[in-house]
């Protein structure tokens, strides 16, 4: 059982749709990031958040913190192929020594 | 440019045979780490490292070995490379800090035969 469920695990959609994905979790975190992947490249930061209930937007991405900080949800408005990737939420370990990543949702928004 | 960055890119070796994935680092970060990525199974974590000359296991470190003799320089060592190691490498560093934004390199496909 991984530490972070993410769901769904594989989105298509056509260019214009909203989308929401989520990453969930039976632990509390006192922080929580999400990165995305584009094909053939490392992950790269899009958020972090920090406070339970916190929700943060970037452009058309709207990420928001669950209010116990078990949960987080990302949602995409009017999708475009540019936002095709795979989206991984991840944590730190308690030590804060270790990053643990969820296994991803593959997103493919179609033109 | 600030980036990581990691070679080769992609390799095809044989079970058993010895390899280095070199990984290097030009933001004058203290820690970095190594990730493998699975189908399914997203970024395991296989060993990190604090600072120079401090390294600790990840969640998978069985079968390679690290090294943290410069800043910059984070290799990850196969001493003798099976089929199950067959996989896709990152490297990431990061500043110190909480949590830190962790930066990765573009990746390295190894199939071990």
């Known amino acids: 059982t991984q530490l972070l469920e993410q769901s769904p695990q594989f989105l298509s959609i056509q260019e214009g749709e909203n989308l929401t994905v989520y990453c969930n979790s039976s632990s509390v975190f006192s922080s929580l990031q999400w990165y995305r992947q584009e094909p053939g490249e490392g992950p790269v930061l899009l958020v972090t958040v920090v406070t339970g209930g916190e929700v943060k937007k970037l452009k058309r991405l709207t990420f928001q913190f669950g209010d116990a900080r078990k949960d987080s949800s990302l949602h995409i408005t009017a999708a475009q192929p540019g936002d095709t990737g795979l989206y991984l939420c991840a944590v730190l370990n308690t030590g804060g020594f270790k990053t643990i990543f969820g296994a991803g949702t593959r997103l493919f928004v179609k033109a | 440019e600030a980036q990581v960055t990691q070679n080769p890119r992609y390799l095809i070796t044989v079970t058993g045979k010895k390899l280095t994935v070199t990984c290097s680092q030009n933001?004058?970060?203290?820690?970095m780490s190594w990730y493998r990525q699975d189908p399914g199974l997203g970024l395991r974590q296989i060993y990190y490292s604090m600072n120079v000359e401090v390294t600790d296991k990840g969640d998978v470190p069985e079968g390679y070995k690290v090294s943290r003799k410069e800043k910059r320089n984070f290799p990850l060592i196969l001493e003798s490379p099976s089929p199950n190691q067959t996989s896709l490498y990152f490297c990431?560093?990061?500043?110190?800090?909480?949590?830190?934004?962790?930066?990765f390199g573009e990746g390295s496909r190894l199939t071990v035969l």
């Open positions: 933001m004058n970060h203290e820690y």
């Open positions: 990431a560093s990061k500043l110190g800090g909480w949590p830190g934004e962790l930066f």
